[in-house]
């Protein structure tokens, strides 16, 4: 059984920074695939960034344009974890960020794309 455990989650002032980690376990081998979604209370759980790695070759990346070119999605091979760095954060940022897990050829913006969801991380961006 496949198991996605998001950590890095806090508070920030806007402007500043913060990495979101994602730890799958349990994954068979031949490439990953991931993404980050988020929702902000009172809203829709929304599409972040997507990622697809195999080995040590990341072949796909994709962002929402609301974060594109200040968020930046990764992947370890060997830790089998995808992170998110997130910068220039803003208050309107501030949302519950899920990691997912899907297959490498499959995973997108949308969450039935995926098959396992991790419980959540809060991120608060103060203004």
């Known amino acids: 059984q496949v198991q996605v455990v998001e950590s890095g989650g806090g508070l920030v002032q806007a402007g500043g920074s913060l990495r979101l980690s994602c730890a799958a376990s349990g994954r068979a081998n031949g490439g990953s695939g991931m993404g980050w979604f988020r929702q902000a209370p009172g809203k829709e759980r929304e599409f972040v960034a997507a990622i697809r790695w195999n080995g040590y070759i990341t072949f796909y990346r994709d962002y929402a344009s609301s974060v594109q070119g200040r968020f930046t999605i990764s992947g370890d091979n060997a830790k089998n974890t995808m992170y998110l760095q997130m910068n220039s954060l803003k208050p309107e940022d501030t949302a519950v960020y899920y990691c997912?897990?899907?297959?490498?050829?499959?995973?997108?913006?949308?969450?039935?794309?995926?098959?396992?969801w991790g419980q959540g991380t809060q991120v608060t961006v103060s203004s």
């Open positions: 997912a897990a899907g297959h490498p050829l499959r995973v997108g913006r949308l969450e039935s794309d995926y098959d396992h």
